[in-house]
Nanobody, 122 residues
Framework: QVQLVESGGGLVQPGGSLRLSCAAS????????MGWYRQAPGKQRESVAT???????TYAGSVKGRFTISRDNTKNTVYLQMNSLKPEDTAVYYC????????????????WGQGTQVTVSS
């Protein structure tokens, strides 16, 4: 009943920018920490950025200074602004969120989006 829908991926040239969005919907009581993960060809999945409900953020060292994660709690949406993109950023990006549903407001679990492709190439 809870789903995360991602958007904003696509093809961009090196040095370009993209903005990813992920909206949670369904029988939601509360959305806690949210984040973005990515899986590049031949590489293990890694955490890109996370943000708590209070706005505390973490970033992978490879994206610090280039990416910015933010959220809108009124819309249950998390964003990832990606600037100065590099070919190494090419990957499928997945949205993640810890969510408590109306069925169990005291307990949260992780939900994942379907993934959106980001390709950085000239």
């Amino acid at each position: 009943q809870v789903q995360l829908v991602e958007s904003g991926g696509g093809l961009v040239q090196p040095g370009g920018s993209l903005r990813l969005s992920c909206a949670a919907s369904g029988s939601i009581f509360r959305v806690y920490a949210m984040g973005w993960y990515r899986q590049a060809p031949g590489k293990q999945r890694e955490s890109v950025a996370t943000i708590t409900r209070d706005g505390i953020t973490t970033y992978a060292g490879s994206v610090k200074g280039r990416f910015t994660i933010s959220r809108d709690n009124t819309k249950n949406t998390v964003y990832l602004q990606m600037n100065s993109l590099k070919p190494e950023d090419t990957a499928v990006y997945y949205c993640n969120a810890n969510i408590a549903t109306m069925k169990a407001t005291y307990s949260s679990q992780a939900y994942w989006g379907q993934g959106t492709q980001v390709t950085v190439s000239s």
